[in-house]
């Protein structure tokens, strides 16, 4: 059994230091409280206490159940003792908060640092310097930048501020890059002028720089659309066709026009396949200033073409990306995997999504991608233009930001749509599961308590907002002088892109599976679950539409994608309420509104029911249904696209993608639980070596490859099929 230390480090648990701890403050009295029978008792409970907890126990949750023991003992004035000597103690590791946590990060044995991200490496050199830089931001955030009340909550697992690492810097979340206007109209990267590209491969080159930059200053996602890549492949072609015609007429040849049309194309299609592994390749070998790949995700959407040529063109673009997704990229054993990133999505319309439409050649190289390489994912336009309607009450289709963070519909000053150059302020969650088990299943007390949380997190997003007010366009001019979100003089500030829907900040929410069961006893999928839960939902709404009303920012619901997170909500709800069966008897608790892991139900009804969710979560959701290796029943993915056009407006299919660097196995890896704690495994040679295997799962939106926390990884364990 392991524990967790305040530094983050773990190390086996001993029961030999509770008893000494408890018998130095025994015996520190003249007459002792507690015969040593009786302190033995109390640390072989812990012992058993912990063992029930079935994960890795924080030094603090150990301390707090020894206080328990004391009491319940009758030994009130050695508890005290206790109590105060924890008091001093944590006075004394106060004077100064990260030293300790550093030092563990660089030694590569910080268990929570090691686990919280899925994509970032932490014995990098560059992934520690941002861990230490976080941690001293999350320091400077925690002690003179955000209210007590607010650190507390989140401390408890009441809310969530997310991203507080960041936090220090005028930084926001995630963005819309306008790569449209930055190829077309040049930009400027790290004090140098980037004209209008010349070709389509030049083109890809630039952009994977952008993507760079645009990473390197803010810390979520962001996404580009292939459709502003298509007009290059003109410029190409008539460029080919220069180049061409000019080695024949070199050459004396008399060729045909047909023939001419056939060189020309096919050299295009060259210069398409290097310019999409440009991207595919560049993205995965970049690392940012945060010390990871970028975050971004691939936009493909036939109908953001201007014209029939620049959309057969955008075809084409998509066909290389899908094949070259399709085949993966080597690791360093040569084999081909599962890359994390870009995460690419592919929008089902009308020209895709039957058998008889021109582009359905596209919706089954897509599938076939799906079933081997989990990407891409699938946005459907019937859904989404009922779903995101503007105040002209027309419905658009686009891409979210990243993994799930969607932009509300926004028309500028002259009347036109406008989502690419936007962004998001920043997130702060709100823990469902603690307000239901708070209320004890009084509904008064439920929505009494849910005001207050409201409020809570109301004031804590404002804290989000204001720390970005005043930001000067320098801070990144990459993104507010040069294109990737506004073309802003130096010295100007970006405040008025935070007010009038121009960007989004967010209300997430988590746990509404555990929140909806503890307070009725009933699941999202029979009646009186699915009406609570839907009611639920629209009081966050409700609450957004009030704050944005009163101060013109445009609040929105965001089902969060936990990753790390949602292992401190379970730990915290458990010290809070102790173990509840079907609420916190797991070490994490549900995303968002999703239907719970183990439910069993299959992918229809699971999207079905979801997408009446999901469209109350304007600020960013996304549904998955979790199948088996698909690979040879491409038509049941077909079948699962095609529904997913028709029912609900973001879904994805979850397989599994994995290699065994050891024996070369490469089905699925499993989980096991060792001593309890849970491990990965080869079935075949048994290796439980990390760095020995190639392992990448769905977390929470995207694909993660460097390995999770415990509650996570229980989470996948827990995966129920869906088809």
């Given at each position: 059994m392991k524990i967790i230390k305040r530094n983050g480090s773990e190390e086996n648990f001993n029961i030999e230091k509770i008893i000494n701890a408890v018998k130095k403050a025994n015996n520190s009295s003249e007459k002792p409280f507690l015969t040593e029978e009786q302190i033995n008792d109390i640390a072989d409970y812990v012992e058993y206490k912990c063992n029930k907890m079935g994960r890795a126990v924080s030094v603090e949750e150990i301390q707090d159940m020894v206080e328990d023991q004391l009491m319940a003992k009758g030994a009130f004035e050695l508890a005290r003792r206790y109590v105060r000597y924890r008091y001093n103690?944590?006075?004394i590791r106060k004077a100064n908060t990260t030293d300790n946590r550093i030092l563990s990060l660089i030694e590569c044995n910080n268990e929570e640092v090691k686990q919280e991200n899925s994509n970032k490496n932490p014995t990098v050199n560059s992934v520690q310097r941002d861990y230490m830089a976080g941690e001293v931001s999350r320091d400077l955030t925690r002690r003179m930048l955000l209210p007590?009340?607010?650190?507390?909550?989140?401390?408890?697992g009441i809310i969530h501020f997310h991203d507080s690492d960041y936090f220090a810097q005028h930084m926001h979340n995630c963005d819309l890059v306008d790569l449209d206007d930055m190829l077309q109209n040049g930009t400027v990267i790290s004090d140098t002028l980037i004209e209008k590209p010349h070709s389509f491969s030049t083109a890809c080159n630039i952009a994977t720089q952008i993507i760079a930059q645009v990473a390197s200053n803010q810390y979520g996602g962001q996404s580009i659309s292939l459709a502003h890549l298509a007009p290059f492949v003109q410029i190409s072609r008539e460029k080919i066709r220069r180049e061409t015609l000019a080695e024949i007429e070199e050459l004396g040849c008399d060729v045909s026009e047909d023939k001419v049309n056939s060189i020309i194309e096919q050299r295009l299609r060259n210069e398409v396949n290097k310019g999409v592994q440009t991207i595919q390749y560049q993205v995965v070998t970049l690392l940012t200033t945060n010390g990871q790949?970028?975050?971004?995700?691939?936009?493909?959407?036939?109908?953001e073409a201007r014209n029939e040529q620049e959309k057969k063109d955008l075809a084409l673009i998509i066909e290389e990306t899908l094949k070259q997704r399709h085949k993966g990229v080597k690791n360093e054993d040569g084999v081909w995997i599962t890359p994390a990133f870009p995460k690419l999505i592919y929008v089902l319309e009308?020209?895709?999504?039957?058998?008889?439409?021109?582009?359905?050649?596209?919706?089954?190289?897509?599938?076939?991608c799906t079933a081997k390489r989990m990407v891409p994912d699938y946005i459907s336009e019937k859904v989404m233009l009922q779903n995101k309607i503007d105040k002209n009450g027309e419905g658009h289709c686009y891409t979210c930001m990243g993994c799930r963070s969607f932009l509300t519909p926004y028309v500028d000053e002259n009347g036109n749509p406008k989502y690419y150059g936007r962004f998001n302020q920043g997130v702060v969650t709100v823990n469902l599961v603690d307000i239901g088990l708070s209320a004890n299943r009084d509904m008064d007390k439920f929505w009494k308590i849910f005001d207050e949380r409201m409020e809570l997190c109301h004031r804590a997003l404002q804290c989000r907002h204001e720390r970005l007010t005043g930001t000067l366009s320098d801070a990144a001019p990459i993104l507010w002088q040069y294109g990737a979100l506004a073309r802003l003089k130096k010295g100007e500030t970006i405040d008025k892109l935070l007010h009038g829907g121009y960007s989004t900040i967010s209300l997430g929410y988590a746990g509404l599976w555990e929140c909806v069961y503890s307070l009725n006893g009933k699941k999202l999928t029979e009646k009186e679950g699915k009406e609570l839960g839907l009611q639920i939902m629209q009081k966050l709404n409700d609450y957004c539409a009030k704050w944005k009303k009163e101060e013109n920012i445009d609040y929105s619901i965001y089902g969060t994608p936990l990753e790390s997170t949602t292992y401190k909500f379970a730990k915290c709800l458990q010290k809070r309420f102790g173990i509840i069966k079907g609420v916190t008897d797991k070490n994490y608790i549900?995303?968002?509104?999703?239907?719970h892991v183990s439910e069993e139900i299959n992918a229809f009804d699971k999207l079905k029911l979801e997408s009446e969710f999901q469209a109350l979560s304007p600020g960013g959701a996304i549904s998955y249904v979790e199948v088996p290796n698909m690979q040879n029943n491409i038509p049941a993915v077909l079948q699962v696209i095609k529904f997913i056009y028709d029912n609900i407006m973001y879904a994805e299919l979850n397989t599994k993608s994995d290699y065994c660097q050891v024996c070369g196995y490469d089905g699925e890896i499993q989980i096991i639980e060792e001593d309890g704690k849970l491990l990965w495994e080869c079935p075949k040679c048994h290796n439980h070596d990390q760095d020995k295997m190639n392992v990448a799962r769905r977390t929470c939106g995207y694909i993660g490859t460097q390995f999770w926390n415990q509650g996570r990884t229980q989470e996948i364990k827990e995966r129920v099929l869906h088809l």
């Open positions: 103690r944590s006075l007590p009340d607010i650190v507390e909550a989140d401390k408890q790949a970028p975050f971004v995700t691939v936009f493909m959407y036939l109908n009308e020209d895709n999504i039957t058998e008889d439409s021109k582009y359905w050649y596209l919706t089954e190289l897509a599938a076939k549900t995303n968002s509104y999703h239907v």
